[in-house]
Each structure stands twice: as structure tokens, then as C-alpha cells.
């Protein structure tokens, strides 16, 4: 579904990722894992076309997108939940949500996606109305996930989706999670909490330095000492 193949990064003279791999099969879900400013941000940041790639391909369905704007790679199946939600609070819950069927494939089942949004977060329709200001923090991180599934992704980014909110709320959001990747969609997961992630994950990667440091399955990861000692502090 997505294969990632010597992607490099750079911010000006800085090089941020270094000859990175990585696959992501359909109705997988992906972790990557590693200390505060490894690269993680950069790395779905430069999938999702929002930051250029200094080399290497990444292809998703075969096709390789690691030229194209960040518009163009949405047409091609991907969609982006942002690190720190950023819903548009003076908009209504609903119309944050239909801002998110723009891709030129979703627009015709907007309804059928919206209701499917609904039945995964019935908090959203009880404040369909409402400004997304007004939400809660866990109902934003709901809400970003929702506008993101209404492009009718075959891949979701996700960065970050625990970030400041209370343990309650990222378990109900990763129990959405296990249902989004039953649909067939898969998942790339950037998140701050390595054990949550990697129970949540069938596989996931070490990034250190811009450099992936180990992978494997989530249970071989958590066992290694590069994880241990430099993510969990063991």
C-alpha cells in the first residue's frame, strides 16, 4: 500500500531523515516510535506532501508521489490528522467535517461518509451544530479524525493523536482506531506514548536522528534495547 524507500528530508543545510524504509499494508496499522526530535513530524509531514523530499520515492498503490503538493497526494488516497488537531473553531462541528470531502472522490458519498463519522463518534453528532471551539479537547481529536476520514482515505496519517488529552478520551480514540482499520484503511501512527502505540500497531519502526534505528513486529520493538533504553527509559 505505502512503500517508502531511501526518503531523505532536509530544512535548508540541515539534513532532518536520512535513506528512510518503510511499508504500510492495507488495514494495517504502522507505529513510529523515538525520542523527541527524531524526525517523526518530518517524516509524515514529507509523506503527506507537505514538506519536500530530498530523495527517494514513496509510493502508494505503486504510484510515486514524493514530487507532488500536498493537494495532489490527498487525491491519491492519503489523508493527514495533524499533530495539535487544528479544526477551525468558528466553524460548526458539521461544516469542519464536510471540509474534509473535497477530494473529487469523496463528494458524491459525503452523506454515506458522515453518517459513517457519526456512528464512530456519536459525540460529534450531538454537536453537529455546535462551533468546534466549543469542543473539548478529546472532541477536537475526534473531530480532526473525522474530517480527515471524509476524504474517504486508503491511508491515514496520524500525528501525535494523544498529545494533552486525558486517559479516558485516547482510549476511546484508539478503540476508533481498531474500527478505521477494519474498513480496509490503514493507519501510519506517530505517537508521543510508545506502549500505547505499540499495543495498538502490528508493526512499527525506531527513529533516531532522522535514521530508522530497529523495526519489526510491535512486541520484537518493544523488546529491543535501542527502545528500552533510549524511548522507554529502561
Given at each position: 500500500m505505502l512503500e517508502v524507500r531511501g526518503l531523505a528530508a532536509r530544512y535548508g543545510d540541515a539534513q532532518a531523515l536520512w535513506d528512510i524504509d518503510i511499508d504500510v499494508a492495507a488495514a494495517e496499522t504502522v507505529c513510529i516510535v523515538g525520542p523527541n526530535g527524531a524526525?517523526?513530524?518530518t517524516l509524515v509531514h514529507t509523506i503527506a506532501g507537505l514538506h519536500?523530499?530530498?530523495a527517494?520515492?514513496?509510493r502508494v498503490g505503486g504510484v510515486d508521489i514524493a514530487r507532488l503538493p500536498g493537494h495532489k497526494v490527498c487525491a491519491h488516497g492519503i489523508a493527514t490528522v495533524p499533530e495539535g488537531r487544528r479544526v477551525f473553531g468558528?466553524?460548526?462541528?458539521?461544516d469542519n467535517l464536510l471540509l474534509g470531502a473535497y477530494r473529487r472522490a469523496a463528494r458524491p458519498v459525503h452523506r454515506q461518509t458522515e453518517a459513517e463519522v457519526y456512528r464512530l463518534f456519536p459525540r460529534l453528532a450531538e454537536r453537529a451544530g455546535q462551533a468546534a471551539g466549543a469542543l473539548s479537547g478529546g472532541e477536537q481529536q475526534m473531530l480532526a479524525i473525522g474530517r480527515a476520514l471524509m476524504a474517504r482515505p486508503r491511508l491515514l496519517l496520524l500525528d501525535e493523536p494523544s498529545l494533552g488529552l486525558a486517559p479516558v478520551v485516547v482510549d476511546e480514540v484508539f478503540d476508533a482506531l481498531r474500527l478505521i482499520t477494519g474498513t480496509?484503511?490503514?493507519?501510519?501512527?506517530?505517537?508521543?506514548?510508545?506502549?500505547?502505540?505499540?499495543?495498538?500497531s502490528a508493526r512499527g519502526y525506531l527513529l533516531i536522528e532522522g535514521r530508522i534505528a530497529a523495526s519489526g513486529s510491535?512486541?520484537?520493538l518493544r523488546d529491543t534495547d535501542e527502545v528500552r533504553q533510549r524511548v522507554l527509559g529502561l
Open positions: 524526525g517523526k513530524t519536500p523530499a530530498a527517494g520515492s514513496i468558528h466553524m460548526t462541528v458539521r480496509g484503511v490503514a493507519v501510519l501512527l506517530v505517537e508521543q506514548d510508545v506502549e500505547r502505540a505499540l499495543a495498538a510491535a512486541a520484537q
